[in-house]
């Protein structure tokens, strides 16, 4: 069984960085296409972006050049790079894996960490 861990959320000021890891443990994973979601309080689950086994990137407008995903095969990992955060950026942010080459909708998705709490104050 695939087990993805995220870690590096916390507390943050406006403005600031703040970089997600997210580890797969277990059995190899072959996962190609990944992703990261985010949830806020009282909403739904939304996409943040996306990344093929390619390395092409899709962003959420939202989020669109301010954050960065990256994946490191080697290391069966994925990372998000967000800078510039804003208090609405606020929620817990979710890791997944795909089997698909590319993959944006949350059906597309086969593989989910337990998520990470990402805080930011004004």
């Known amino acids: 069984q695939v087990q993805l861990a995220e870690s590096g959320g916390g507390l943050v000021q406006a403005g600031g960085s703040l970089r997600l890891s997210c580890a797969a443990a277990?059995?190899?994973?072959?996962?190609?296409?990944m992703g990261w979601f985010r949830q806020a309080p009282g909403k739904e689950r939304e996409f943040v972006a996306t990344?093929?086994?390619?390395?092409?990137?899709y962003y959420a407008d939202s989020v669109k050049g301010r954050f960065t995903i990256s994946r490191d095969k080697a290391k069966n990992s994925a990372y998000l790079h967000m800078n510039s955060l804003k208090p609405e950026d606020t929620a817990v942010y979710y890791c997944?894996?795909?089997?698909?080459?590319?993959?944006?909708?949350?059906?597309?998705?086969?593989?989910w960490g337990q998520g990470t709490q990402v805080t930011v104050t004004s």
């Open positions: 997944a894996g795909s089997s698909m080459v590319a993959a944006l909708a949350p059906g597309e998705f086969g593989y």
């Open positions: 277990g059995r190899t994973f072959s996962s190609s296409a």
């Open positions: 990344i093929s086994r390619s390395g092409a990137t």
